[in-house]
């Protein structure tokens, strides 16, 4: 019995391994050429870097922060790099409505959106909590409830496009490290809204996926590592399946495709699995290069 187990156990644990971490790669650059994409916090670091990486596949990008000056070079970049167009809206996101204008000058002028990408973060100490309660409802409104407006704001377009939402966490968002409270507040919360949102999605066969991106070292600002490695990161199971890209920093589009045969509970059960015990392990339907770390 004790033999028994010595095998079986590290045996059952390596099947579920495999099933949890394995993908179909079928993905093609071209998959991103023509689709209309909103990139936020844009202006500088990990959003300026997938502005750039997006323009070189050919879609039509929307970026905003609230820098003018380097939005405007971001877009000239963008233009050179082949974006089948690229232009930015400035304004800060501690304010909803700006949040909601974003999306609508994306409907405006694009005509609709095939993905959100929702990577903006306000400024956080790295230390001891001070208990400035002010600091963290600002944050909370930045990094969180301006994600949760824009979300809202885009998913009729979303859902008519069966499009994408990625959202940038961090490490931050599932473990709690010191020296990072209210940062690391908003990146749980964002985790709490998005991954229930998605097993709604997987219950109501809403086409929208929903993918949380975990980046697992701080190295803040633009300096982004030349050789890129593949995060998996939490999504619901699809059909039609967005494995790794050997592009550096690349978002991959991916569906929360309806689960006709596993029914309720098998959908819950199978992503609740996948979601929250095997966060690491998981790239099923969906997966990111990132050009850093
Ligand atoms: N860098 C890291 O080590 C890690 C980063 N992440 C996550 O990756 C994402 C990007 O991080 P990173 O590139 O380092 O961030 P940066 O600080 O380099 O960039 C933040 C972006 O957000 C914009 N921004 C800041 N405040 C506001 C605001 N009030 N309204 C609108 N836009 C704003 C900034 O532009 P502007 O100032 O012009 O408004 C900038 O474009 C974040 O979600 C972060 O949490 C996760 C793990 C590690
Ligand atoms: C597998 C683990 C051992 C990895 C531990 C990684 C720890 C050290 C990583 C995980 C998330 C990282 C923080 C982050 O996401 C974003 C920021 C914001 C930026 O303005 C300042 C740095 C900061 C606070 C990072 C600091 C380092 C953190 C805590």
């Not at 994409?37 to 997938?50: F, K, P």
């Not at 304010?95 to 990577?119: T, Y």
């Not at 098998?266 to 290069?289: A, E, W």
Request: charged letters at 15%; a positive charge.
């Amino acid at each position: 019995m004790g033999r028994l187990q010595k095998i079986l156990i590290p045996f059952l644990g390596l099947v579920l391994a495999f099933w949890f971490y394995s993908a179909r790669e079928n993905f093609k650059p071209e998959m991103l050429k023509g689709k209309r994409v909103i990139v936020t916090g844009a202006s500088t670091g990990i959003g300026e870097q997938m502005a750039y990486h997006l323009a070189r596949m050919g879609s039509h990008i929307l970026i905003t922060a609230r820098t003018e000056a380097k939005l405007q070079k971001v877009v000239e970049r963008c233009l050179e790099l082949g974006a089948a167009s690229a232009r930015y809206v400035s304004g800060t996101m501690e304010d909803m409505a700006f949040a909601e204008h974003v999306v609508k000058e994306a409907e405006a002028s694009l005509g609709g959106l095939d993905m959100l990408i929702l990577n903006h973060v306000g400024t956080s100490y790295f230390g001891y909590f001070d208990g400035d309660v002010g600091h963290v409802r600002k944050l909370l409104e930045i990094n969180f409830l301006s994600y949760v407006a824009m979300t809202v704001s885009a998913l009729p377009m979303l859902k008519e496009s069966e499009g994408s939402i990625v959202v940038v966490s961090s490490m931050a968002g599932k473990v709690g490290f010191p020296f990072t409270v209210p940062y690391s507040a908003t990146k749980f919360a964002l985790d709490g809204f998005f991954s229930s949102l998605r097993q709604e999605f997987s219950i109501q066969s809403v086409n929208v996926s929903i993918t949380l991106l975990l980046f697992d070292q701080g190295d803040h600002g633009p300096s982004i590592h030349p050789h890129p490695r593949v995060l998996p990161c939490p999504s619901p199971p699809s059909a039609t399946a967005s494995p790794p890209s050997p592009l550096p920093l690349f978002l991959q589009p991916c569906h929360s495709t309806s689960n006709t045969h596993s029914g309720l509970w098998g959908i819950l059960l199978k992503n609740s699995l996948r979601t929250q015990f095997f966060p690491m392990l998981h790239k099923t339907s969906c997966h990111v290069l990132a050009g850093m770390y």
